[in-house]
């Protein structure tokens, strides 16, 4: 069955150092997404992205974070200067269809980042 | 923006038994999609729902949406230990943001 593959699946940074989390949606997938979960928290939406432009994005997305699809296979998470309240699972997530009748995302194993 | 309150927050039972999971929201929804997350692991897709009143059977899942399309449902007939997790209800807008609720999360002694 098809996955979304993120790596490193663990990262230890220090404090404002810059991050970048890695992502390889499903190849026919054309939606892909981040989302972060704060342990033993629920799944927190931060942004959808399509055709290289960023589709929505909640308020947890600011200036520090900014994504990208830098060729045809890679999707990334950048956050600029991490905070130590960044600490969370980061997870990509990438669906086939958008909007209330997707079908559903697969989501990656996700990135543990820890903000030292 | 949408918001599901989803009950109970944990929820422990005996091998067996069954075990149930409520989403509801003030608004009407225009869908709802079901995730099971286990222990230390990703989220997986369930099911989707769009219709009002809206049943679907997964094995001994039984997922509901209701008729005024503000509440949903998960049931598992006869839990197993393999069940256990937290499952979210999520919903979905337009441009692809999905919200979560805050997640049942169920332990099976057994």
């Known amino acids: 069955e098809p996955e979304v593959t993120q790596t490193p699946s663990h990262q230890v940074t220090q404090m404002g150092q810059e991050v970048i989390l890695r992502c390889v949606p499903i190849?026919?997938?054309?939606?892909f997404y981040w989302y972060r979960q704060i342990l033993g928290q629920k799944v927190e939406f931060l942004v959808s992205?399509?055709?290289?432009?960023?589709?929505?994005k909640s308020e947890i997305f600011d200036d520090q974070f900014s994504v990208e699809r830098p060729d045809g296979s890679n999707f990334t998470l950048k956050i600029r200067s991490t905070k130590l309240e960044d600490s969370a699972m980061y997870f990509c997530?990438?669906?086939?269809?958008?909007?209330?009748?997707?079908?559903?995302?697969?989501f990656g194993s996700g990135t543990r980042l820890t903000v030292v | 923006g949408q918001q599901v309150m989803q009950i109970p927050q944990y929820q422990h039972v005996q091998e067996g038994e069954d075990f149930t999971t409520y989403c509801n929201s003030s608004?009407?929804?225009?869908?709802i999609q079901w995730y099971k997350q286990r222990p230390g692991g990703h989220p997986v897709f369930l099911i989707q729902l769009v219709k009002s009143g809206e049943v679907k059977k997964q094995k001994r899942l039984t997922f509901q949406f209701g008729e005024a399309k503000k509440n949903s449902s998960l049931h598992i007939t006869a839990t197993q230990t393999t069940d256990v997790g937290t499952y979210f209800c999520?919903?979905?807008?337009?441009?692809?943001?999905?919200?979560f609720g805050d997640g049942t999360t169920l332990t099976v002694k057994p």
């Open positions: 999520a919903v979905n807008t337009n441009a692809g943001k999905s919200t």
């Open positions: 608004t009407t929804l225009s869908n």
């Open positions: 992205f399509y055709n290289n432009e960023i589709s929505e």
């Open positions: 190849s026919n997938h054309l939606y």
């Open positions: 997530a990438s669906s086939e269809y958008i909007g209330p009748v997707n079908y559903g995302y697969t």
